[in-house]
């Protein structure tokens, strides 16, 4: 089973402020790495899948990178719909995995 | 529009049995493999089975493989999860979610609101 360790656990920053989140895979998930965003009450719903790529109707200030291992997925100025979970997702192998998620909050 | 509906949580005594559903609607159900994911209470995402189009493809996680059943019925739009020999480390909000695109699986996007299963006795 492919681990996803996200970090950090939670993000604590203000409007405006770029957010930095990581997801490390056990091992290489090629390009099938996904992100999620889950607020209070709500389903989850898709952000970026295949690395990079924006679902549709998201904002281009949610961008995703890296490949392999190492993944990060990056909001450049907070809005306060953003304050949320994400949570990273692979679908290279069986069983389908996510991160334990980062919860980015208001500071 | 596309709208995932779940329905038949509640609460259910350990070793106790539930079927789940999920009606679907707005899109060619028949042309896309689903999945169910659950969320125990406080804790994160955990992907649970999917199965392809036409029932071919069918995976589960290792937490549930033997006691769960995922199905489908192309004819009705809905896709189905028997649970048998559940456990309280069942208990969470059960989500139906679709694949992104109708191709063999696929990222989970769009998600129903969920269910919430409690298994307690």
């Known amino acids: 089973e492919i681990v996803l360790t996200q970090s950090p656990a939670t993000l604590s920053l203000s409007p405006g402020e770029r957010a930095t989140l990581s997801c490390r895979a056990s091992?290489?998930?090629?390009?099938?790495l996904a992100w999620y965003q889950q607020k209070p009450g709500q389903a989850p719903r898709l952000l970026i899948y295949?690395?990079?790529n924006r679902a549709t109707g998201i904002p281009a200030r949610f961008s995703g990178s890296g490949s392999g291992t190492d993944f990060t997925l990056t909001i450049s100025s907070l809005e306060p719909e953003d304050f949320a979970v994400y949570y990273c997702?692979?679908?290279?192998?069986?069983?389908?995995?996510f991160g334990q998620g980062t919860k980015v909050e208001i500071k | 529009e596309v709208q995932l509906v779940e329905s038949g949580g509640g609460l259910v005594k350990p070793g106790g049995s539930l079927r789940l559903s999920c009606a679907a609607s707005?899109?060619?159900?028949?042309?896309?493999?689903m999945n169910w994911v659950r969320q125990a209470p406080g804790k994160g995402l955990e992907w649970v089975s999917s199965?392809?189009?036409?029932?071919?493809?069918?995976y589960y996680a290792d937490s549930v493989k033997g006691r769960f059943t995922i199905s489908r019925d192309n004819a009705k739009n809905s896709l189905y999860l028997q649970m048998n020999s559940l456990r309280a480390e069942d208990t969470a909000v059960y989500y139906c979610?679709?694949?992104?695109?109708?191709?063999?699986?696929?990222?989970?996007?769009?998600w129903g609101q969920g269910t919430l299963v409690t298994v307690s006795s």
């Open positions: 979610a679709r694949d992104r695109i109708a191709a063999a699986f696929n990222w989970l996007d769009p």
């Open positions: 707005g899109f060619i159900f028949s042309t896309y493999s």
């Open positions: 199965i392809s189009s036409s029932s071919t493809y069918i």
């Open positions: 091992q290489s998930v090629s390009s099938y």
């Open positions: 295949d690395v990079s």
């Open positions: 997702q692979q679908r290279s192998n069986w069983p389908r995995t």
